[in-house]
């Protein structure tokens, strides 16, 4: 199993140049890779191997100051990872779906690059970080990693510069006896509700991210296209969603609660959902924390022998959990109260009720995922 840990990085002023020009080198691979890629595809008709791009990258370095700086094998990581684009875009072509073509990155759009073999370029070792061409790099290793470092990933988010090393851990654990199952909805009034009739609240931090994206969000859209004003504001507004982004300390402890509790957890998938007009930035912030929180509730029932199954809620909150019957409510009725069986609980409780109902059935194709 790969555990991922990730710390922040503090280079110095003349290594966080440093670090700029090798993402923005990468980015310009990843580009003119794209380039190539695309030309072939459009005179010719055919693709472009990644074994092709890597002889041709081999010998550009020689000529190339910038690629020379690279490591070797974190350029290579970059031709791979827009090889993988293109094999998405060919299966998305022979699935006769809307085949997106791989995108050009624009600066801003390209964040990260990728060391696939641990000291071949980047090695982490207690506190500090040694690159190739670069030297040592201090890190906050707030927890040691676990297991042995895979593959090391650097990543600039907002400016911030931060490390991402990925671990094997050894087997996953068996799952646990599922004589202990949950439901959990994700709602406006509360955060989540589970079908035992518990609430959590909202995490404090999405009514002051709410007020500060709106006012770095106004910023944006008050400065001119193209001018130097509108792309700070757009970097404060980069900085603001990184920063909500960053606070997930409770929902860790939510999640570690959940998995130490039920062997078996249905929770309510994510999907795209009716917008409400007016509610649109709050809905998105929501929609963002919910995202976050299933993504590290995935990971600690992973660790823990839990079993998550994520549920489509359509016509969760509606059904009556006790009878079926459909019982149409808007939004602002807090209560389910079904006319056919009586029953009366809050709406939350009632829809996570519908979504453990619905769990089991679901579980297949999850486990499949867990094996891969
Ligand atoms: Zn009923």
Redesign the pocket.
Same mark, same amino acid.
């Given at each position: 199993m790969i555990k991922a840990f990730k710390y922040r990085l503090y280079p110095n002023a003349h290594q966080a140049r440093e670090l700029e020009i090798m993402l923005e080198t990468h980015r310009r691979l990843y580009n003119e890779c794209l380039a190539q890629r695309k030309e072939r595809f459009e005179t010719a008709q055919e693709s472009v191997k990644y074994t092709q791009q890597s002889a041709w990258f081999k010998s550009a370095r020689g000529a190339n100051d910038w690629y020379a700086l690279l490591n070797f094998s974190s350029a290579q990581a970059t031709m791979r990872r827009l090889d993988k684009a293109f094999q998405a875009f060919f299966r998305r072509i022979k699935a006769g779906g809307k085949p997106g073509y791989p995108r050009f990155k624009a600066r801003g759009r390209f964040d990260s690059w990728t060391y696939p073999a641990h000291g071949d370029g980047a090695w982490l070792l207690n506190g500090k970080l040694r690159l190739q061409h670069l030297g040592v790099v201090k890190v906050r290793q707030h927890r040691p990693v676990e297991g042995t470092v895979k593959t090391v990933q650097l990543k600039n988010e907002a400016g911030k510069w931060f490390v991402v090393a990925s671990c094997d851990v050894g087997a996953a654990p068996p799952p646990r006896a599922s004589e202990t199952a949950v439901g959990i909805d994700v709602g406006l009034e509360y955060f989540l509700s589970t079908d035992q009739g518990e609430h959590v609240d909202n995490p404090r931090y999405q009514k002051e991210a709410l007020r500060q994206l709106r006012v770095a969000g106004r910023a944006v859209s008050r400065k001119k296209k193209g001018s130097r004003n509108r792309r700070k504001a757009v970097a404060r507004l980069r900085a603001v969603h990184a920063h909500v982004a960053n606070k997930r300390r409770d929902h860790h402890k939510v999640a570690r609660d959940l998995v130490s509790r039920y062997a078996f957890i249905a929770a309510e998938s994510l999907t795209v959902r009716n917008i409400v007009r007016n509610r649109r930035l709050s809905r998105s912030i929501s929609d963002a924390g919910w995202r976050q929180f299933l993504n590290i509730l995935r990971a600690k029932a992973k660790s823990a022998g839990s079993v998550l199954v994520e549920v489509p809620p359509q016509g969760t909150s509606q059904a /009556?959990s !006790? /009878? !079926?019957?459909m019982?149409r409510k808007a939004l602002s009725v807090r209560m389910h109260q /079904?006319l056919?069986? !009586?029953?009366i609980l809050q709406r939350d409780v009632n829809a996570a009720s519908n979504i453990l109902a619905r769990g089991p059935a679901r579980m297949e194709p999850v486990q499949l995922n867990v094996a891969q």
């Open positions: /009556c !006790g /009878c !079926g019957a019982v /079904c056919e069986c !009586g029953l």
